[in-house]
Every structure is written in structure tokens, then in C-alpha cells.
């Protein structure tokens, strides 16, 4: 059993500095994805005893994907400032980056204390049991007030603590991120598990709290443990704020937000329509298939995560052949990911039973087969955004992420109408991204032919 592990070590230890660093990442974010697929097995049967009601769980996964929409609205600065601070901290120049971070805190920092307050005011006059289609007999009015106003003081937190995942990816140490959002699982996870159930009200503001400590605390202990220890030159400072470092953070990230809104209109509104088309029931069904079908997905991602990072100094250094084969890899290992999620359909209803035991639901398999093209449409894309993201080329993310996100809804609209079921929501979920995923390719054939006669490194 030993051998295999010495086999790999030997192989990592021989190769170049940034095979090294994605190989490293990359098996560290394994092994904790290990762990997360574990804790997220446990989470929809340990949900449906917290809540015993279908209704209220559709709602607050609900509450979670529509309120984590606002994550988005950071202007883009994190990206901004992980591609910015790739270079600098490579030549360990400390300066730049401590006014790099210190800008990108003070500029979010603003926002997130603008943002708080007034929600306070604002909050009060919104309709939530409208916007998440609840009854108020079901749900009271205040109740649902207090647990979107817990929630959302909680993402605006995690707004000014989530830098330190960015500065970690320029770090490449992408691992760390995948372990802080493992950990967050597990607080959850726990907390459900050894809740008692009481009554609605109570439960929703309960894992309201309990979502905002699980969130934030692993965060705040990240960050004051880098800027102790391996960034302690670079700590955010008041007076280490400039202009010139904030608007080149803004100027990246300007680019970066529009694509990130794009993206999240096509790929997080699913359960937001779910529940205003269909009902939020149906929400909990659509999580379960879901769920499934987005772990293959997942663990590509996070083991792809290293990549951004990696070919923005790839890019820096102009070593073009080492990014074409990069890619050619990555494309390998798509398509063995893409046949998982095929294969994994016949033994579905099997995995289902032993998994959800009495709230087992009866697998519809062209669903499953919907939901199979969706995870493979998924993984595609994180290779092309993974390479695209590292050399900067947004334009291609811009144009065609708009058009799938103006296209989304009234497609959702028109397919959940006709064929009277919320897979419809799935189907115009892949139609939408799949846009993008076919022009990229284009385009990043034609960059490495453009490029194909600058080869200036070692593969």
C-alpha cells in the first residue's frame, strides 16, 4: 500500500517548480474533498430530520442560494487581487503586495459596513414570504425577516474575510481554501446532527446563527494565521492604501465582477426558480440529483483549482508550450470525468436507498440523464475558465455569459410550462452555459497558435 504513495512522491519531487505546486495542491484538495463528500453524504438526511418538512428545507436551501448570490457583488476585487498579486509575490517585492491587500481590504471593508446598515432599514419593507413563495401561516413574517437579515450580516462578513481564499490562491495554496470550506461543513454537519428539532421558527434562526459562525470563524482564524506567519510583511494597513493599487484591483476586477455576474445569474438561480415555478419543495428533489450528479464535478474542480494561479505565472513568464500542454492534460482528464457521470446512472436508485434509507426518492432517469449532461457542461467549463482566467482573457466569459444569463430565465420559464416539471430549470441551465463552452476553445486554439513559435521554457 505504501509503494503507490512513494511511487507519486518520487514523480512530484522530479518534477518542474509549477508541476510541483498544481501536484501538491492538487492532492491535498483530493484528500479534503475526500473528507467533504463524506460530510455532504450526511447532510440532506441529517437536514431533513432537523426540519421534518420538505417545504421548510426547499426554503432554506432557498434562502442560502439567493442570499449567496450577493457574494458576487465584491466588484470582482478578490480575482482582481489574486492575478495582481501572483507576480509580486513571486518576486517577493512586500511592498506591492502589502499595498495591493491593504487597498483591496479598505475598498471591501466600505461596503460591507454600507451594506449592513442599510439592510437594517431596508430589510423591513421587503416581502420575503412573496420573494421565497411561503405562506405566512407557514412561515411568520418576522420569523423569515430575522433569518434573512442573520444571513446576510453573515455573507457580508464572510465578504471582507473571504480576501484571505485570494490571497491564499496567489500563495498557491489552493488547499487551505478547500480545507476552510470542509471545515464549514463540518460545523454545520454537527450542529444539525445534535440539534433537537423544536419549531419552525426556532430551527431557521438557529441554523441562521449557526451558518454565520461556521462561515466566518474558519476565515478570521486563517487570516490573522497568514498575516502572523507567512505575510506578516504584507498585513493590511490603513496607511498603506493608495489609489493607484486600488484601481488596478478595480480595473481587473471591473471585468472579473461582470463575468461573475453572468455566471451566477446562468448557474446559482436554479433553486430560486425551482421554488418560484414549480414550489420550494421540489427544491429538496432537485438537491438530491443535484448533489450527485455535482460531486464528480466538484472534486474536478477543486483538483483544477492550482490551475488559474499557475498559468497567470505561466503567462507572466511567457511559457506558452507549458500552458498548451497544460490544457491538453486538463482535456484528458474532462473527458474520463465526464464519462463517471454516465456511468454512475445505472447504480443511482441503489446509491439513493442506501443514502436517503426512508425519505428514498424514486430516481427518474431521463433526469438523471439531464442532470449527467449539466455536471459534463459543468466540468467543461472549468477547464476553459480555469485557462482563459490564468492568461486574462475575459472577453470571451463576458459576452457569452451574458447572453446565456438574458437567455436563462424566459428559456427556465418556457420549458418548465411545457414540459409541467422543474427540470426544465436544468435543461435551459445547459443550454445557457454550453454557449460559452463551445467558443472558448476557439479562441484558445487560435492564442497557442499565435503563440506557438514563443517557447521559452523548459516542459
Known amino acids: 500500500m505504501i509503494k503507490p504513495f512513494k511511487a507519486l512522491n518520487k514523480y512530484i519531487l522530479k518534477s518542474n517548480e509549477s508541476n510541483k505546486t498544481i501536484l501538491y495542491n492538487t492532492i491535498g484538495a483530493l484528500l479534503v474533498k475526500g473528507g467533504a463528500i463524506i460530510i455532504s453524504l450526511y447532510t440532506i438526511p441529517a437536514y431533513l430530520n432537523y426540519f421534518n418538512s420538505q417545504q421548510i428545507l426547499g426554503l432554506w436551501f432557498t434562502i442560502l442560494s439567493v442570499l449567496s448570490w450577493i457574494l458576487t457583488f465584491d466588484l470582482g476585487i478578490g480575482n482582481g487581487l489574486r492575478n495582481h498579486l501572483v507576480p509580486v509575490l513571486a518576486q517577493k517585492d512586500h511592498l506591492a503586495a502589502k499595498k495591493y491587500i491593504s487597498s483591496a481590504y479598505i475598498i471591501i471593508g466600505v461596503m460591507v459596513l454600507t451594506s449592513i446598515f442599510a439592510s437594517i432599514v431596508a430589510f423591513r419593507f421587503i416581502d420575503w414570504n412573496s420573494i421565497f413563495n411561503i405562506p405566512i401561516s407557514v412561515v411568520s413574517k418576522n420569523t423569515l425577516y430575522l433569518s434573512v437579515s442573520i444571513v446576510f450580516s453573515g455573507i457580508m462578513l464572510q465578504f471582507l474575510f473571504k480576501l484571505i481564499t485570494s490571497i491564499l490562491y496567489a500563495m498557491q495554496k489552493s488547499a487551505l481554501n478547500n480545507l476552510l470550506s470542509l471545515l464549514t461543513s463540518i ?33 478570521l482564524v486563517t487570516t490573522v494565521i497568514v498575516f502572523s506567519k507567512k505575510l506578516k510583511n504584507s498585513k493590511p494597513s490603513f496607511h498603506f492604501f493608495e489609489r493607484k493599487y486600488a484601481e488596478e484591483v478595480m480595473k481587473l476586477g471591473g471585468v472579473f465582477f461582470w463575468v461573475q455576474i453572468m455566471y451566477m445569474i446562468i448557474t446559482t438561480t436554479n433553486e430560486f426558480l425551482i ?149 426544465g430549470v436544468v435543461i435551459a441551465n445547459i443550454i445557457s452555459m454550453s454557449l460559452y463552452c463551445v467558443i472558448q476553445p476557439i479562441w484558445l486554439d487560435k492564442f497557442f497558435k499565435n503563440n506557438k513559435n514563443e517557447v521559452l521554457d523548459n516542459v
Open 187 to 219: 460545523i454545520t454537519l454537527v450542529y444539525v446532527l445534535s440539534s433537537e428539532s423544536t419549531n419552525i421558527a426556532s430551527n431557521l434562526i438557529s441554523l441562521s446563527i449557526v451558518n454565520v459562525l461556521a462561515v466566518n470563524i474558519p476565515l
Open 275 to 423: 421554488t418560484s415555478l414549480s414550489a420550494p419543495e421540489m427544491v429538496v428533489e432537485y438537491q438530491i440529483y443535484n448533489k450527485l450528479f455535482t460531486l464528480i464535478g466538484v472534486v474536478f474542480t477543486l483538483a483544477i483549482t492550482p490551475i488559474w494561479s499557475a498559468v497567470t505565472k505561466a503567462y507572466t513568464e511567457r511559457k506558452f508550450s507549458w500552458i498548451k500542454k497544460l490544457y491538453k492534460v486538463l482535456n484528458l482528464m474532462a473527458i474520463i470525468a465526464v464519462l463517471s457521470e454516465f456511468i454512475m446512472i445505472p447504480f443511482l436508485q441503489f446509491g439513493i436507498n442506501i443514502w436517503l434509507k426512508d425519505s428514498a426518492i424514486q430516481v427518474n432517469y431521463t433526469y438523471a440523464i439531464i442532470f449527467a449532461i449539466s455536471g459534463s457542461v459543468f466540468i467543461w467549463n472549468s477547464v476553459l475558465s480555469s485557462i482563459a482566467n490564468g492568461i486574462g482573457e475575459l472577453k470571451t466569459q463576458a459576452v457569452f455569459f451574458t447572453l446565456g444569463a438574458i437567455i436563462k430565465i424566459p428559456i427556465s420559464w418556457i420549458l418548465v410550462d411545457a414540459l409541467n416539471s422543474w427540470i
